[in-house]
């Protein structure tokens, strides 16, 4: 499975946009990247998911360059309710065995007034 | 929805008992995860299965066993409960070949 590097913590204020890099030099041809968001004393929910180029959903965005070497999810105009821990993962939708999903130590982001 | 309920939000056990942690999920999905959680350390794999009666070792098994007898039904078993096993306990299931896997509230287990 492939290692993501992640920063520890951002801050940001309201209003702003938020922009996570993960790092995943190993990543596989057949991985997908994924993030998910983790608030206090609850489970990660999923965010979004992708491949390659660009991914957009309701909730965020997933930019990934030609390389898959790296990902960025940005989270635009984020408000104090962002304030979670961000995690981003990378493997296979292979089946069986190898569809375990490995967590790094993800980023805790705070969103200041 | 999917739900994924875990047995107890909060446990609290003596050391070297054995401690059963129960999860449930009712979307038929055919993985299930067991996770750890420590300040500083993020979300650890126990164990996994995706199958029934199928199981896979994760990150961090010593201590732990589980059991996948239905579908629907993960259980992790604490052998001889220690101190060092306190800990938030998440489990998460998901259907094959999906991106998301769905979590429950989790149980936070103190041994003392």
């Known amino acids: 499975l492939a290692k993501t590097t992640q920063p520890i913590s951002m801050d940001s204020y309201e209003g702003q946009e938020v922009n996570i890099t993960c790092s995943h030099n190993?990543?596989?041809?057949?991985?997908?990247i994924t993030w998910y968001q983790q608030f206090p004393s609850q489970g990660p929910r999923f965010i979004i998911q992708?491949?390659?180029t660009k991914v957009t959903n309701e909730v965020a965005s997933l930019f990934i360059p030609a390389d898959r070497k790296s990902s960025t999810l940005s989270l635009p105009r984020v408000s104090l309710s962002d304030t979670a821990v961000y995690y981003c993962?990378?493997?296979?939708?292979?089946?069986?065995?190898?569809?375990?999903?490995?967590f790094g130590s993800g980023t805790q982001l705070t969103v200041l007034p | 929805d999917v739900k994924v309920t875990q047995s107890s939000r909060y446990l609290v056990k003596r050391t070297g008992e054995k401690v059963f942690l129960e999860c449930v999920q009712d979307?038929?999905?055919?993985?299930m995860f067991w996770y750890r959680q420590d300040p500083g350390l993020g979300l650890r794999l126990i164990y996994f299965?995706?199958?029934?009666?199928?199981?896979e070792k994760g990150d961090i098994p010593e201590g732990y066993s589980v059991s996948r007898e239905k579908k629907e039904r993960f259980s992790l078993i604490l052998e001889s409960a220690s101190t060092n096993q306190t800990s938030m306990y998440l489990c998460?299931?998901?259907?094959?070949?999906?991106?998301?896997?769905?979590f429950g509230q989790g149980t936070r287990l103190t041994v003392v």
């Open positions: 993962l990378v493997g296979g939708m292979r089946s069986g065995s190898a569809r375990q999903l490995t």
């Open positions: 979307m038929d999905h055919e993985n």
């Open positions: 299965s995706y199958d029934v009666k199928m199981k």
């Open positions: 992708g491949y390659k």
């Open positions: 998460a299931s998901s259907l094959e070949g999906a991106p998301e896997a769905f």
């Open positions: 190993n990543i596989a041809t057949n991985d997908y």
